[in-house]
């Protein structure tokens, strides 16, 4: 198991956000975290990373209990948060960028290899590796900001909202990213509002709803189940 979470608590000054989640993600799985806007998905991806404080509850990763310690600590233990909205440096080039995605390393011959390898897993980076983040399109941001995330050598990578504001023709790109990308070892903790696409690649699912989990189950199980089906496709 790479990353515990039990009864994790998480509120605004004094509005509670996140009241009561569980849950694990164990070595070399997908595990999805799905809901509807506002429910506390990106909430608890922010706790786990350390952006957010939890008010209650347990963080354990890699057997070690993390929900006390800052931030910039988590990430060198094997952390790695792909933020909504991918959050780039627009001015800096494709290159730079990833580059500055393994800020805590210090072998840097290492890290030019990590770059070339990132180049390699997404082509279109290659091709774009002088252009200025800025410039490149929404599903093209968003294949870099995971790249940059792998960049840390993670051991579990957390996307938030990954198909956010792109076109649906690169949904279905990013989403076969995360596949390869974790079927390399790496574990992946996906939010996403998707919930038909996320729970069709995730190995196991959480559904949240008003900051508590709701259901869980193997992602192929929530997504037949005619509750599911009902509440949030529509069907």
Known sequence: MV???????????????VSDVSLRVDAGKIVALVGGNGNGKSTTLRAIAGLNAAAAGSITFNGEAIHCMPAHQRVPLGLSLVPEGRRLFPRLTVQRNLEL?????SDRHEVA?????????FPILRERATQSAGTLSGGEQQMLAIARGLMARPKLLMLDEP???????????????????????????????????ALNIAHYGYVIQTGRIVMEGAGQTLLHDERIRKAYMGL
Request: proline share 2%; hydrophobic share 50%; with cysteine.
């Open 113 to 121: 290899n990590s770059v070339e390898q990132m180049l390699a897993l």
């Open 3 to 17: 990353l515990e979470i039990s009864h994790l608590k998480v509120c605004y000054d004094d509005v509670l956000a």
């Open 163 to 197: 198909s956010w504001g792109i076109a649906p023709k690169f949904v279905t790109k990013v989403l076969d990213v995360i596949q390869q990308v974790n079927a390399t070892g790496v574990s992946v903790l996906l939010v996403e509002q998707n919930l038909q696409k």
């Open 101 to 105: 995605g393994a800020f805590t390393r």
